[in-house]
Each structure stands twice: as C-alpha cells, then as structure tokens.
C-alpha cells in the first residue's frame, strides 16, 4: 500500500515519518516549498524528540519523500491522510476550514484511481460527511472515492511514541467503508493491543474535541481554585494531589499554573462553541467560554505579580523570562502563554529577555521585539525579576545558587508551580506561585 499524507506540519510530518516506520511507502505534500525542501532533505523544521532521526532514516532509506505537487501525489497513492490547519477563523472562534477543502479540492482534480482518503485534522462536527458528498460529486467519472475520519490525539513532545503506541484508534466512516483500509495501515498497532473505536462519521470528529474540552475544562478547573486560595489561602498543590488521588478523577492535567496555550486546546474549545451555536444549541457549550476566560486570566495574574513584584523598582526594569514554547518539549510557540505574558511586559515598559532552550527561533519570528540571549545566564544577568513560564526541566532544576549572583534583585515569580517555595525563601529571593495567598 502506498500512502499519501497531505499537509506536513507538526502533525503531517510525524504522521508520514510513522507511516514510514511501519513499512509503507509514504509520499508527504504539502503547499508550502519551504517545509517540502527542508524535509526532502531530511531536516525537521520543527523540533519533535525522536523525529529527525526516523525522518532521516526514512528519507534515506527512499522510503519517505516529499514533494509540492498533487499530481505526483494523487499518482503515487491510492491511501491520502489529510492532516493540513485547522486554525482558528474569526473572532467568534469559528474553525477555518478552508485548507481542508482546499486539499481535497486539488487532490480530486487529479485522482484517477480509486481512492480512500482520511481526515486527520480536527475539524467542526459534520466536515466529514459534507466532505464525503464533496468528493462524491467531484471525483471523475468512473473512480471512486471514499472518505474516512481518523482524529489524531499525538500530544507534541511525544509525538513519535503517540503515533507508533497511541493510547487508542478511532476510525469514523460511513457504513463501515474504509474499515479494513484503516485496520490494514494500523496493524503493528492493533496487533500491539491498541483499543479501537469503529464509529461513525460525527462520533469520530467529536471524541477529538471533547478530549480537548475535557483537558481545558481540567485545567481550567484547578486554576479556578487557584483563584480561590489565592485569596482565602490554602495549597494548591495539596489540594490538586488530595484530590487527584481519587480515580474517577486523576492527577493529570491538575497542576495550577499560567494555563494552557499551543495550536489546538485554545482553538479547539472556541471552535466547539460556535459550531455548537451553529446547530442551534445556543448555550450548551456556555461552560467553555467561563475556561477560556479563566484560562486567560492567569496571565493576567502573572503580570499583575511582576508589577507587584518591582513596584518603585525605578525606570524599565528588567525582566528575564524562563520559557517560550507554549509546553516543554517542543518549539511551538503558537498562542504559548509564556511569550504572551513576555510580550504584555514589553508592551507595560518592562525590558523583557527571553530564554527557551530550544523555541528562541520561532519565538524570535513571532515576536521580534523581544530579546533573546542564548544562554540562561545572559537572560538572567542584571534582571530585578525572574520569571518561569514553561516547565523545562532545566528550569524546574534551578537552585537559588544557580542565580544568586547573576541578577540584580531576588524576584522570582513561578508561573509553573515547579519550584520549592522554601529552597527559594531559605535562600533569600522574594518569592511568588499561582495559587499562593501572598505573605503579610
Ligand atoms: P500546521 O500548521 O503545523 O500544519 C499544517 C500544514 O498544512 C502546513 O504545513 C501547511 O503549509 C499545510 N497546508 C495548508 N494548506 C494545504 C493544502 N491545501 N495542501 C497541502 N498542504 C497544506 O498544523 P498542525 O499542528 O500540524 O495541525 C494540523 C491539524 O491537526 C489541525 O487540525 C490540528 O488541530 C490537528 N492536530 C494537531 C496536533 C498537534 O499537536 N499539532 C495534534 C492533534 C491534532
């Protein structure tokens, strides 16, 4: 079987490098020349663990190859994954699902093979089955093709181990067509014990946002009671281990902190909203706008610490901010919260330098305006506050030591709730956590 995968970003690459290690023969497409001449070339224009090395090996092997034409795509397979952007379109928080129906468009004009494709991206409910009576009409006369949906759960960091071991499959077509299809291109998985759900078009599209949904919804719910404790007092972190000790709950997805940013929760939980509104269920979704909000506010909250923090500090202190990426592990800083609360203390006068070990490049191209030293210690030097936002492992390490003769003031404000309030106090810093009543 030869497998196309069209649209090669965060999602697209993994998922062709994958197919690759599976054994099949994979052709990746995608609009943008850039990315198609990176990875032809077996460089990953992204950091992923564990990606280069299997994009490389498969690249080399001839196993994986890419390329910007549809024609070579829609002739080198009969097997197309659709896995371009789903982003957010308007205000109101509408999906766009433009690129989709775009990559179908252009693949049907040039399909003369039956043919099955797959829907990857995560897409408002009922894309699926308008897409299956797109291709019905427009797909040349005397070829077939099918239409799937098969939403992808990778988490980015893990991305490899997600796709090659994820945690379970689901399969949405119509009436079963493309079952045995999908099961083939899924063996090594579903021999491996992979659960999988065989459902319909709408199921399949809804597990993928109501998993997001439900991780916002978590995330926002331990940062509610942040709120709360910040004012009456009380742990946060007691609270979410005594709490996530029960099983019907967990302790995942329950640690309080500056909130969740990247390329889909945000969007995803906005896009629910109106196509919710859409199908005439006017408040049923309500709840998510109250995530969102709250979700937002915690960056509000960091803020409001670092000016608390460097009140009569003096003209344009300086601000030193540990993280970038939206999460560790990986360099996407789409809607990240730490280079969000970076650029809101720019903008309030703050000399904002920016630190990420490995998202410096493309923070630097999404906000120009900040500084970007190489190095922790050349953020750090002179700051009057520090402040974590993206929990590297590398910062959740740091000792008082670390930094003690590097900065000009002994602020440091955790936005992670990573850190050991009492090394930080012992060691003379003036300290701040999310979830925290400030001392007297
Ligand atoms: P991305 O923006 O990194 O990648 C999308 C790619 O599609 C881009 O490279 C773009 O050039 C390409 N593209 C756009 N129009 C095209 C066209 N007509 N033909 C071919 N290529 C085209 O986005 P992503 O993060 O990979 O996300 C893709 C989808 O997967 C989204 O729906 C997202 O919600 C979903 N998803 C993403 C993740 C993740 O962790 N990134 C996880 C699960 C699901």
């Excluded at 990778?154 to 689901?170: C, H, I, N, S």
Aim: hydrophobic content about 45%; aromatic content about 6%.
């Amino acid at each position: 079987m030869r497998i196309s995968v069209i649209g090669t970003g965060y999602l697209g690459a993994t998922h062709a490098a994958c197919l690759a290690e599976m054994g099949f023969e994979v052709i990746g497409m995608d609009t943008d020349p850039a990315k198609v001449a990176a990875l032809a070339e077996g460089r990953l224009p992204f950091h992923e663990p564990a990606l280069p090395e299997l994009l490389r090996k498969h690249v080399q092997s001839g196993r994986l190859r890419f390329t910007t034409s549809m024609a070579e795509t829609a002739a080198f397979a009969n097997v197309h994954f659709l896995a371009v952007g789903t982003p957010q379109a308007s205000e109101d928080g509408t999906a766009d699902v433009s690129q989709i129906d775009g990559a179908l468009r252009a693949l049907l004009a040039h399909v003369d093979q039956d043919a099955l494709v797959i829907g990857k991206s995560t897409v408002p409910v009922g894309t699926a089955r308008r897409l299956a009576s797109m291709a019905k009409k427009l797909a040349r006369p005397g070829t077939t093709v099918e239409l799937a949906w098969n939403p992808e759960f990778l988490r980015e960091g893990y991305a490899v181990k997600d796709t090659l071991a994820p945690d379970r499959l689901v399969f949405g077509t119509d009436s079963g067509t493309g079952l045995p299809i999908l099961r083939n291109v899924y063996a090594t998985a579903l021999a491996a014990g992979t659960p999988l759900v065989e459902t319909d078009f709408e199921t399949a599209e809804l597990v993928k946002v109501a998993a997001n949904a439900f991780l916002a919804t978590k995330i926002s719910f331990i940062n509610a009671f942040a709120e709360i404790t910040e004012v009456a007092g009380g742990d946060i972190t007691t609270l979410a281990d005594a709490i996530g000790m029960d099983e019907r709950i967990g302790r995942r997805f329950l640690n309080a902190g500056v909130g969740f940013g990247g390329g889909c929760l945000p969007k995803d939980i906005r896009a629910l909203q109106a196509r919710t509104r859409e199908l005439g269920l006017g408040n049923t979704m309500d709840f998510l706008a109250s995530v969102d909000a709250l979700n937002l506010r915690r960056r509000d909250k960091v803020v409001e610490l670092v000016e608390l923090a460097l009140t009569g500090s003096g003209a344009r202190p300086q601000v030193a901010i540990l993280g970038a990426s939206f999460k560790p592990e990986s360099d996407d800083v789409r809607d990240s919260p730490a280079l969000d609360v970076a650029a809101r203390l720019h903008e309030r006068g703050f000399a904002v330098s920016v630190f990420d070990p490995i998202a410096r490049h493309s923070a630097a191209q999404r906000r120009p305006e900040l500084d970007y030293p190489e190095t922790i210690e050349g953020a750090v030097a002179g700051a009057d506050a520090v402040v974590l936002l993206t929990e590297w492992r590398q910062f959740r390490e740091l000792v008082p030591g670390d930094l003690d003769a590097l900065v000009r003031r002994r602020n440091i404000i955790d936005g992670r709730n990573v850190l050991d309030a009492a090394q930080w106090l012992d060691g003379g810093w003036n300290f701040w956590q999310l979830g925290r009543k400030p001392a007297d």
